[in-house]
């Protein structure tokens, strides 16, 4: 059911071309709408791209950093012992389905997925909540694996810890086979980009993909009169609904005036004050150009926020 490729002793641009071979489970969580960081479209320019994807953050570097960790805290609070594969596993009925996955549990037909999150994001995982693209993800470890059950745990860094565990949904499951196997074939088999979805990811791609234009081309857009039209009709919509907002935030500022905070029964409504060191440019490039600091200039503004309590 599972054909696995050893990836300890892999390079990491070989193990970079490997994952362009198949669907993974972030890759699963952009197919169907659900990765906040990512699109079907960008999982498209990744699998088809001859360029790697080397690009690393500071969280992504923490996230691997914490990985041991987190294992090691899951363990101690369920009494459980876990592995490291160091495979790639590929599902032999549904090749386009691949998983590298960050544990295993010795002894049980199950996983473990690792977390770190900041205290900001917290609220995500009360009360027993997965955030849905953590939860695809592991869905499709368990599509790719055949396993059971799945366990995620995670770090809220400086808060707490927490895990939560994920069994064999049959529907689900089918309903997210079904998902990448329509992707991989008719998007990248076939090299069709697939539909702009008004995501962030998309505006990059296609911005990456066409970042140049043909002087004095042109073409007949057939067809989007309607489509045009409608984005005025937006447009307007949010310069009205844009409007609304400043005037309930203008309402509240008149009743907080020089308070910072304020609180209903539902927010935490805050007006700060905010320190800003900026050039004086006009004085740098009239007098020492050369020169930063003695030009600087630090002013004092106010941040307007609203956030549930």
Not at 17 to 31: E, F, P, Q, V, Y
Request: hydrophobic residues 35%.
């Amino acid at each position: 059911m599972v054909e696995v490729t050893p990836i300890k002793e892999m390079t990491h641009e070989d193990w970079l071309k490997l994952r362009k071979t198949g669907i993974g489970g972030s890759d699963a969580a952009a197919l169907c709408g659900l990765n906040p960081f990512a699109s079907a479209i960008h999982v498209f320019q990744d699998k088809t791209s001859k360029e790697l994807d080397r690009k690393d953050n500071e969280s992504m570097r923490q996230g691997r950093d914490f990985e041991d960790y987190v294992a090691k805290r899951f363990c101690e609070a369920t009494g459980f012992k876990v592995r490291r594969s160091h495979m790639l596993y590929r599902n032999k009925e549904n090749p386009f389905m691949i998983a590298d996955v960050d544990r295993l549990i010795v002894g049980q037909d199950a996983g473990l997925e690792c977390k770190t999150t900041s205290a900001y994001n917290s609220d995500k995982w009360k009360d027993g909540q997965i955030p849905p693209h953590y939860l695809i993800q592991c869905l499709h470890y368990m599509a790719v694996t055949g396993k059971r059950e799945w366990y995620i745990a995670v770090v809220i860094l400086g808060k707490e810890f927490l895990y939560q565990k994920i069994t064999w949904d049959d529907e689900v499951i089918k309903k997210l086979i079904a998902i990448e196997e329509v992707f991989w074939n008719q998007h990248i088999l076939s090299g069709r980009m697939p539909a702009p979805d008004g995501s962030r990811a998309c505006d990059e791609l296609l911005n990456q993909y066409f970042h140049t234009a043909k002087k004095k081309s042109s073409i007949s857009l057939i067809g989007f009169d309607e489509k045009l039209e409608r984005r005025e009709e937006l447009l307007q919509m949010k310069e009205e609904l844009e409007q609304e907002q400043k005037k309930i935030e203008q309402e509240i500022k008149l009743v907080m005036q020089d308070n910072e905070l304020a609180f209903t029964e539902k927010y935490r409504v805050a007006w700060s004050n905010v320190e800003t060191t900026r050039l004086d440019t006009k004085r740098m490039k009239e007098e020492k150009p050369e020169v930063y600091q003695d030009f600087a200039q630090t002013t004092t503004s106010r941040r307007f926020s609203i956030k549930t309590a």
